[in-house]
């Protein structure tokens, strides 16, 4: 049952996501802004989980 949550919320972050892209895609015409605003998530959720 766990499987079916954990993959469905999977592909609702991957759609989120390539959504975001798109649209900072069109309001930017770069996907700069995009790779930066990802690599600032992950830093983030990477240093907030160190001890």
Known sequence: MMDGWIVAFHQLGASVAAYAGGL????????????????????????????
């Open 24 to 51: 900072i895609y069109q309001v930017f015409n770069s996907y700069i802004w995009a790779f930066t605003l990802a690599g600032g998530f992950w830093y983030s959720r990477a240093f907030s989980l160190s001890y």
